[in-house]
């Protein structure tokens, strides 16, 4: 009985190294439903390091196309299991998500005043693959269908900035992980579109040069002219207290006269920003 299984055995590691030697982009999709482990052949046995960012990831390439073909997580490629797991419970954690994930990766509440949902609740995996992914920083999917997920993309697409978008990438505008503020822009998004004003006037407004377009402006949708979150004399005394403006003689009589009418919101050639 114990020969026979050895016999057995020494066949099949033989098959298996026939196999191998044998396999060609033409017949591979046949052995490898009848065997496992059949090589692809048409994969470059050559793996490499991709540290480009924060997931630390594996890249195998094609070596035909020269492209990724997957991201492997790197505790999952050195079979690091335990790093993750719990070897006495299957499927359970060693820690809790996203204590779990930051065990390596960033803790993002120290990095960003808000914090997207998914993140602040632990839902690391609801966008990255625990162990391997077709995508880049492993994410389950990319482009619009990842934020799509969650969020309806037709209640976004009735706002006015974003109903010629596309298929533009939602995290070329938005940071998926946190921000200064709940629309968590990315710095700089909003000059990939508007002007510059950093560089247009020689005195520029706080808000303005410090990034935050939010202050005064809703990013998707306002029934407001320039998708302002407020008009008149509100948008301006929601930040500068009026009792203090009215305390210049030049504001007196002003009554409800909007503010803009004398002041640039962006900038201007002096400190008072004067149109």
């Known amino acids: 009985m114990k020969n026979s299984l050895v016999k057995y055995i020494a066949y099949g590691v033989i098959a298996i190294a026939f196999i191998s030697s044998c396999v060609t982009p033409e017949n591979y999709k046949y052995l490898s439903f009848f065997f496992d482990g059949v090589p692809d052949p048409t994969v470059n046995e050559n793996i490499e390091i991709n540290l480009t960012d924060s997931s630390t990831q594996i890249v195998q390439i094609d070596n035909a196309n020269i492209k990724p073909l997957v991201y492997i997580h790197i505790p999952y490629a050195e079979d690091e299991c335990n790093s993750c797991h719990n070897k006495n419970s299957v499927g359970a954690y060693v820690k809790?998500?996203?204590?779990?994930?930051?065990?390596?990766?960033?803790?993002?509440?120290?990095?960003?005043?808000?914090?997207?949902?998914?993140?602040?609740?632990?839902?690391?995996?609801?966008?990255?693959?625990?162990?391997?992914?077709?995508?880049?920083?492993?994410?389950?999917?990319?482009?619009?269908?990842?934020?799509?997920?969650?969020?309806?993309?037709?209640?976004?697409?009735?706002?006015?900035?974003?109903?010629?978008?596309?298929?533009?990438?939602?995290?070329?505008?938005?940071?998926?992980?946190?921000?200064?503020?709940?629309n968590y822009m990315v710095e700089g998004s909003c000059m990939s579109c508007h002007d510059n004003f950093n560089k247009k006037y020689k005195f520029v407004h706080g808000p303005v040069a410090a990034g935050f377009c939010n202050t005064c402006h809703d990013s998707h949708s306002s029934d407001k002219e320039s998708l302002l979150l407020h008009t008149g004399q509100d948008i301006c005394t929601n930040c500068h207290d009026i009792n203090i403006v009215l305390q210049n003689e030049t504001h007196e009589g002003i009554d409800n006269l909007s503010c803009l009418e004398c002041h640039n919101a962006h900038g201007g050639e002096n400190r008072f920003i004067f149109n």
């Open 96 to 182: 809790p998500q996203p204590d779990l994930c930051y065990q390596c990766h960033e803790d993002f509440s120290e990095s960003y005043e808000s914090i997207h949902g998914p993140v602040k609740g632990g839902y690391c995996t609801s966008c990255h693959s625990p162990h391997k992914s077709k995508f880049s920083s492993l994410l389950v999917t990319e482009g619009q269908e990842l934020c799509f997920t969650c969020h309806e993309s037709s209640v976004l697409s009735q706002g006015t900035l974003h109903s010629d978008i596309g298929e533009k990438n939602c995290i070329d505008c938005h940071n998926p992980h946190g921000g200064v503020n709940q």
